[in-house]
């Protein structure tokens, strides 16, 4: 991209002229105590050009996970709500369909509660999906059948 395009004013712009600069390659491609140096302006200028430049030809960040549901459509995959919006909001919709999920923490907190309803909104029949089957596993002996069945009715 043309230097020119960027809107500087006079001074920076003959500064590059100067040198011959017409392209973002020339100011990019060295380190900044060079351009400092080959422009001779002071460091804050050097770094707000060249900050500026950047941040306008450079292309926006993007985490790996980002990169991965843009390339394999992750970002559709199906989910069960946990009814809790936060927690929803933080698992990006749910808990995910087809994953293992281990849920974890102190005595008391309703781990065994929360398991139980999600694998009943995991096990109701859901568009798009033929089967609902649940894997539960428990390692404390906490599992009620007859918890489950009550949670299932009032869903």
Known sequence: ?????????????????KRDWTTCEHLLGLPQI?????????????QH???????????????LFNM??????????????TRLPLLDAYLRGGISVGSVT??????GVGK????HLVSV??????????D???YYFDTEGAFSPSRVEQIAWQH
């Open 49 to 63: 050009i060249t900050s500026s430049v950047s941040s306008r030809i450079a292309p926006k960040c993007k985490t």
């Open 112 to 115: 065994s509660q929360f398991c």
């Open 121 to 130: 909104m995991s096990a109701l029949p859901q568009e798009g999906l033929e």
């Open 1 to 17: 991209r043309k230097l020119r395009l960027f809107g500087f004013d006079d001074e920076v712009n003959a500064a590059f002229k």
């Open 68 to 81: 991965v549901e843009e390339r394999h459509g992750i970002h559709q995959q199906r989910v069960v709500q």
């Open 102 to 107: 281990e849920i974890v923490g102190p005595a």
């Open 132 to 134: 609902s089957s649940v």
């Open 34 to 46: 060079e351009v400092i140096h080959e422009l001779q302006l002071p460091l804050p200028v050097v």
